[in-house]
């Protein structure tokens, strides 16, 4: 059985045309949330840290947690968009201190540095990569290599480790999670204006593993490849995580049947009978010094208006030049790559058994970026049935015409894109499949083209509307991860409230 879903896209789409009922009820707020995700469930939660009670969350989709959500089938549950945390940066106070409430973090050792519950700790095998025609451990093209190659490997994580470390003039890290507590420094900056691949020639770096290697990175957290990504981005997804919060479990990453959905509950309890599902904004205006939100209220055809002191937009950019005024101007440089995930259950999944099925499991030279072992947490191993899911990210030079391309293409056209891939490292792939689960995010995530990340676009839409509606969503970075997200809710909530004091 094959099944296509994806988010609502064309509910979203009906933003452009406007064709919504008036609204015929009214509601009133301090603060109103526009977006579910994981940006706007963190502002939920740092408004309740402040004491404050009085809010509305308001998300199109009926579920909450956006790009951290999961399904669900007989076997197992799945991630439907992100679907791990790396273990975060021990200067991260507040990520760690979320993650010790959620008992993810369990105690701290002698070193003080935090303990992680190893349940939800990648459990072994960990990661493998099908390479010249069998599985080894890790990611990294190791074995067949030449020397040659691998002295490059070599150089170039020497190279990056020096990067991780490395501070500018202001005392900052060059590279740092989130994003905007990273160094001024210029020369490091100048890197966002040429594309990964430009600084792999101009390092002399030519073997094909390495190359390979870091497009599949790129790919893999910002769904362009190494020819469309600014280096400044390629680099940081080396650099930017610190690997400084255990001293044993360096690369490890914190990861969950259904993925970041489970931080997605986590934060959910904070918009507990404060979350409107099924609702979708589509209009704000300021009227004396007031926000009037419309919105279309999916599941009875009707809308509601509500009035709002202070509006966070925790939505992407895309969205929301179709719901303020003046906003197109600086959204066109936002890109966005879509993104296919299929998740497969499937009876066996033999392989030549070089290394065995691990959490992580990527294929040298495919089209896609693997496929995670989604029970591969669970304790139940011993399951008739696998579930697996499988990633692809539609990179290329121009997004807007793959996105169009991608809406016109019928599910069997996707079912024999995944088998195809995945074929490379399972031949039988096809005849052991029992069920397949499509899943198209038209604008998955936001992509850092050269020039975005410090470009002027970026800094505009920052800023807030007279100090009644702010802006906070990972678009806003232009990296999409949880951390992002997560800083976002908490940094948009802070500012309010600090403006509000300086003003009273
Ligand atoms: C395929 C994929 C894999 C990923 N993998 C990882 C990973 O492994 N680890 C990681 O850290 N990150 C990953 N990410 C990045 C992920 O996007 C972020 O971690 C995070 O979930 C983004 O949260 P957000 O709130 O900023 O945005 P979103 O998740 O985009 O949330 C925005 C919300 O606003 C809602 N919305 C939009 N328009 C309206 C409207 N008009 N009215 C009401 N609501 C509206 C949307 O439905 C959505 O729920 C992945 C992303 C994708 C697409």
Known sequence: MIRLSGTKHLLGHKLWIKDFPEPTSQKRTSFLIVGGGISGLSAARQLTKKGISDFILVELESHLGGNSSNGENQYSKYPLGAHYLPLPNFHDKELLNFLEEEKIIVGYDANKLPVFDELQLTFAPNERLFYKNSWQEGVVPKEGNTIEQDLELKAFFKQMDAFRIAKGKDGKFLFDIPLYLSSADQNTRNLDKITMKEWFGKNNFKSEPLYNYIDYCCKDDFGLGIEYVSAWAGIHYFAGRKQDATSDKKDSVLTWPEGNAR???????????????????????????????????????????????????????????????????????????????????????????????????????????????????????????????????????????????????????????????????????????????????????????PGFIFGESKKQASKNIEKLVYFAHTDLSGISVFEEAFHHGINVINQILHETALDS
């Open 263 to 449: 931080l997605a509950t986590h934060l959910r309890k904070y918009s507990k009978d404060k979350a409107l599902k099924n609702h979708l904004v589509y209009d704000l205006k300021i009227k004396d010094k007031k926000i009037i939100a419309k919105i279309f209220d999916n599941s009875k055809k009707t809308s509601v208006e509500i009035i709002a002191d202070k509006v966070i937009m925790a939505t992407p950019q895309f969205v929301n030049q179709y719901i303020i005024k003046n906003r197109k101007q600086f959204t066109t440089d936002f890109h966005y790559t879509p993104w296919l995930l299929a998740t497969l259950v499937v009876s066996d999944l033999s392989d030549n058994f070089s290394f065995p099925l691990s959490w992580d499991n990527v294929i040298y030279g495919s089209k896609g970026l693997g496929y995670v072992y989604d029970q591969h947490q669970s304790l139940n191993q011993i399951q008739n049935k696998k579930v697996i899911t499988y990633y692809y990210s539609f990179s290329g030079p121009d997004l807007k015409k793959i996105r169009k391309e991608i809406y016109k293409k019928k599910t069997e056209y996707w079912k024999q894109m995944v088998f195809d891939d995945l074929r490379i490292a399972h031949p039988d792939i096809e005849s052991v499949t029992e069920e397949m689960n499509v899943f198209v995010l038209g604008h998955g995530m936001i992509s850092p083209v």
